[in-house]
RNA sequence: GACCCAUUAGCUCAGGCGGUAGAGCACUUGACUUUUAAUCAAGGUGUCCGGGGUUCGAGUCCCCGAUGGGUCACCA
């Protein structure tokens, strides 16, 4: 659209011509409402309320975003909104003097205002600030949504997250035990000697996870560049190069589909530590979630979709094949065979390709019946072989390997490896998952002789765990959707019409 | 990707069997110096998501498309 047409088209609103006009008729008298560069504040809403016994008849200087105007002829209401809640503002003709009074009565809900005044308490009791003098200090030229039901539509809650976070308090909230989340991981982890990283999200190779990735262009060296998919494969460079505990919290890019639990591009947090094997992962998993618990939280038990979730020590930990067999009957670690285990799968029910192997066949009837089943915190240990490319191989069965997945709701929490650490191994998984890939399946991982060659150089046993962050956050915020704990998720554009 | 549902005023929502669109909030004007979903009086809201079709007549029925939500599939 062409300026003036925006200019027009806005201008068609009513609502939206009122306040321009309103804009207007300020400048004109000289009063630029987008010329102020900093206003001086010596209080916020919570804290005039929280210290109402010293405040008491102080001045103080608040600032906020008018949420609602009771207009009682030469002495008016209104109530201003900033980071930490709302307070009530009295504004009377006698105080600020009649042509203040009149630019009061002219301002909109949604504009942003700074105030001198003192504090004190309505016949009614609400804590409240006696305006001495106010400024305008942003006009706001677009109506609010509605004061009593807030903005409920999800499109454009998720597309104007701004007014989302504006109209309905509990969003707010959401994100800032989000960041309390973070901020707990980071200190758990701090306290205990790991070393924040930060490796590559451009990458000439994505590997480290079963995922499509994003393809993007890199013009100076003239070759297509992949957006990361794990951050994996780098910090485990790291365990090479001598660092002993390492982990990154960043962002993670997958291109596949969009639903309730899956965000195109979505947190992950990964650590590493040299000496470790997954037992330790399962230990620390174990502290580092309940440690954020009782930080963010203060308790164990919580409660999600409607469904107690008691995170008290210790977490059930099971087999993968005893999972199984808990859960259909069968038991999984006697079949020997391809052929055994997909004619089984079957019976049971679950399609099989006649390509998949005993592991694949496993873990398809694990899926299918069991995981549903989590709710309660499990611990699912030793993963088939197949689906494992990057974890040591277990000592019983060589076709298993040393990696746990943690459950909580039916949903995969976190992910865990002894890791591999036998080159000649790796390069071998490798193949394995460059024939899968020439096969057709594009998840399968990607070759990378770099990551192989840096492993010949000699990695310690390692243990390693990465955790979904954005799943944590909607397990400790009681959220339906990834959605509502990303800020901006990924939307399609509107087509303009 | 498949299927189901939704889309009506700035926002939240009603609109029976097809007869030309409503409420509340917000907004405008007026009254009101302790209200708080303030109150009282009066007033204007509109690309009924877009495009076709059926019909004398479509917000309503049919088809195509857009966006969103949900379920399933895949993935974390």
């Given amino acids: 659209m062409e300026r003036d047409d925006i200019i027009q088209y806005q201008e068609d609103n009513e609502l939206i011509a009122i306040r321009r006009n309103k804009l207007e008729a300020l400048m004109a008298k000289g009063l630029n409402p987008f010329s102020r560069k ?4 010596t209080h916020n809403s919570k804290e005039v309320k929280e210290q109402f016994e010293s405040l008491d008849g102080c001045e103080v200087s608040i600032a906020g975003r008018i949420m609602a105007k009771r207009g009682h002829g030469k002495a008016s209401f209104c109530d201003i909104m900033d980071e930490l809640g709302k307070i009530q503002l009295y504004v009377k003709m006698d105080e600020v003097g009649p042509e203040a009074y009149e630019l009061f009565r002219d301002l909109d809900i949604g504009d942003i205002l700074g105030v001198i005044g003192t504090v004190f308490k309505t016949h009614s009791g609400e804590i409240s600030v006696k305006v001495k003098t106010f400024e305008l200090l942003a006009k706001s030229l677009r109506p609010l949504p509605e004061k009593w039901h807030g903005l409920q539509d999800p499109d ?42 930060e ?11 079963a995922a499509r ?60 530590e040299a000496y470790c094997d997954y037992h330790d992962m399962m230990d620390l998993t174990e502290r580092l979630i309940t440690y954020i618990a009782q930080e963010v939280l203060g308790t164990l038990k919580i409660t999600y979709q409607g469904q107690e979730i ?45 390509s998949d192997t005993r592991g694949n066949v496993i873990n398809a009837v694990f899926e299918t019946f069991v995981e549903k089943h989590l709710v309660q915190p499990t611990f699912i240990l030793d993963y088939p072989i197949e689906v494992s490319p990057l974890a040591k191989r277990t000592d019983y ?39 899968q890939r020439a096969a057709g399946d594009e998840e399968a991982h990607m070759m990378d002789e770099d990551f192989v060659m840096a492993m ?22 009681d959220s339906y959707s990834i959605r509502d704990v990303i800020l901006f998720p990924t939307m399609r554009p509107k087509t303009s019409q």
């Fill in 38 to 41: 900093k206003y001086q504040v």
């Fill in 156 to 197: 454009l809650r998720y597309r104007q997250r701004y007014l989302d976070l504006i109209m309905n308090d509990k969003v707010k909230e959401t994100f800032v035990t989000r960041s309390r989340i973070i901020k707990a991981m980071r200190n758990f982890l701090d306290a205990r000697g790991y070393l924040e990283v």
């Fill in 199 to 209: 490796t590559p999200v451009l990458q000439t190779t994505a590997g480290g996870a």
């Fill in 213 to 272: 990735p994003f393809i993007t262009h890199h013009n100076a060296l003239d070759i297509d560049m992949y957006l990361r998919i794990a951050t994996e494969l780098h910090l485990k460079r790291l365990i090479i190069g001598g660092f002993e505990k390492v982990y990154e919290i960043g962002r993670i890019f997958r291109n596949e589909g969009m639903d309730i639990k899956h965000n195109p591009e979505f947190t992950t947090i990964e650590l590493y």
């Fill in 310 to 354: 008691d995170l008290t020590l210790p977490w059930r930990r099971m087999r993968m094949v005893d999972a199984i067999k808990e859960f259909t009957g069968e038991d999984f670690q006697a079949v020997s065979s391809d052929d055994q285990a997909r004619a089984l799968a079957r019976r049971l029910g679950v399609e099989i390709k006649d």
């Fill in 397 to 435: 069965d060589p076709m298993m390997t040393e990696r746990f997945e943690l459950f909580i709701t039916g949903r995969e929490m976190a992910n865990a490896f002894s890791e591999l650490n036998d080159p000649l191994d790796q390069r071998q998984r490798f193949i394995m998952q460059a024939k």
């Fill in 456 to 477: 010949e150089y000699g990695m310690p046993p390692t243990g390693g765990l990465g955790i979904g962050v954005d799943r944590l956050v909607m397990l400790f915020t």
